[in-house]
């Protein structure tokens, strides 16, 4: 994959985790990764799954009836969700209310899970990436 801050590389063989992250001003293309993944040819004979794939990015909040997350200098958006273990607020908003109150701020970090992205190799692989992947937003960060 290109694009990929290779010092940030982390694979963790206890808890099965792989994390990284993109180059400073670089961003993930999910198609490309999704190919990339498939390419692999995990069989079911391997025992490989995705648990999730979590994503943080950054954007601008768009959409009236549905909320989508513009990914900063790249032409990627995000359909942002309520996930259904988000925490909840104190004041009786739950997360995702507190984010869409957020609408039009051009500087927003929000982190969540890929919906689909769930299952044993290779029936997880066989979907076709959507056009606009969902987001379920599991925090968020507005950049001053």
């Known amino acids: 994959m290109e694009n990929i801050d290779k010092p940030s590389v982390e694979i ?3 808890k099965s985790t792989l994390a990284f992250r993109m180059e400073k001003g670089k961003s993930l293309d999910l198609a490309a990764f999704h190919a990339a993944l498939k ?3 995990l069989g ?3 025992g490989s799954q995705v648990s999730f794939l979590q994503l943080t990015a950054v954007g601008q909040i768009t959409g009236e009836k549905e909320l989508r997350l513009r990914v900063k200098g790249t032409n990627q ?3 942002l969700a309520q996930a259904p273990d988000a925490q909840d607020a104190t004041d009786n908003a739950t997360l995702f209310q507190r984010l869409q ?7 927003i970090e ?4 890929l919906e689909g992205w769930k299952g044993r190799f290779p029936e997880v692989l066989k979907k076709d990436m959507p056009r606009v992947p969902v987001l379920l937003v599991t925090g968020y960060k507005v950049h001053e």
Do not use: P, Y
């Open 110 to 113: 929000v982190t969540g899970r």
């Open 44 to 46: 079911k004979s391997a």
């Open 77 to 79: 958006e995000l359909v």
């Open 12 to 14: 963790d063989t206890q």
């Open 39 to 41: 390419k692999t040819r």
């Open 101 to 107: 109150k957020e609408r039009g701020s051009t500087d």
